[in-house]
């Protein structure tokens, strides 16, 4: 009898304790009423420290307006906690979408900023970045002023199951974080500005080295960029004034040989196309041949103008880092990179003609 009243009395306890655990798990948890949920975030130089601007929708059922916050300070981690002070709901940062940096803070590092990110651990590090061409403050007041979805607009325009295009990069910030600690490997980073008659439009990819941007390549170089990393290329190419064609799929291998500091790497890219359209009689071989010397040409100059820059954003020191011994990857990009030789040597397969009647 005694025993069953000790069992009794331990499972009202355990009864009673597992009612606080949740009801103090509750208490810690905020309605979605009552917490902001930013989509986009802007950062630029102010001063001697920074200005962040945060794109916030309206939670309310039925609305689909945002509004925009900004606040000024010395480090990031300070404007949040201003922002939160100052405002009526909790800042949750971690359904952030989309991070914007000023083109002239890129210039001079995102070291710190995308340091201070990730180590607060705030914001995801799957969150995409990208580069405003332009100020800061007409670049929100648009997205604030044409949004129709709740702010989602500009994460659409770089979300591959929306109205992402293989000619945008697309980084985020864990990608940029590994470039700053990586002797072999360099990021792009999308360039945006306010469109004409667009919320968005892109104007190219800032290459990023050692956290500072050091140049810019075109959209064209960007699909070219997608296309070497392994990113679908599903993209538009004119061939001369012959076709216009659509890459459906590439296929990549590499292979790199070192003898002292010089490095070459052999890189064999077959592409999958379809004909989109023709320009009068030439044939389907004239097409192939004139696409493969195009695309090769490109890639040379696309290489040129980064080892000009001493930037790895293709990872060409990835596929020669078994021929380097491992002290002297540090002088990758400054001894080995700028006299690195390309081979390229591209393949392209045409495996549908559609209804066009085309010459073999």
Known sequence: MIAKNHVATF????????????????ANNKDINHRALPIVMG??????????????????????????????????????DQISTNMETQVDLLHLKVIVFDRSLAEQGLKDSISSIMRARDISSKTIVAISEEKLGPLFERLQSSSAK????????FEKNAGWTPDVA??????????????????AISII???????????????????????????????????????SAQGRIEVMDHATVRILGQTLSHSCSAEGNRTALNSNIKLNVVIMETKGNASVEVIKQELEALLASRYQRLFRKLQSKE???????????????????????????????LNTHLQAVIQNEGLLKTKK
């Open 11 to 26: 499972l009202h306890m355990l009864l009673i304790a597992g009612i606080l655990l949740v009801t103090y798990g509750c």
């Open 43 to 80: 950062l630029e130089k102010s001063g001697g420290g920074y200005k962040v601007y945060l794109l916030i929708p309206n939670m309310n059922q039925g609305t689909s307006d945002v509004r925009v916050v900004a606040d000024a300070g010395q480090t990031i981690n300070e404007i949040w």
């Open 150 to 157: 709740s702010g989602m607009e500009i994460y659409n325009f």
């Open 170 to 187: 697309q980084t985020r910030i864990w990608q940029v974080f590994r470039s700053l600690h990586s002797y072999t490997q360099d990021v």
């Open 193 to 231: 500005k306010t469109g004409k008659t667009t919320t968005i439009a892109s104007t190219g990819s800032a290459i990023i080295k050692n956290g500072k941007m050091v140049g810019k390549i075109s959209t064209d170089e960007t699909l070219l960029f997608n296309a070497y990393n392994g990113f």
């Open 311 to 341: 930037a790895d954003i293709l990872g060409l020191g990835q596929f020669c880092r078994r021929q380097i011994p491992r002290e002297r990857l540090v002088h990758w990009r400054t001894d080995y990179y700028p006299k690195m030789k």
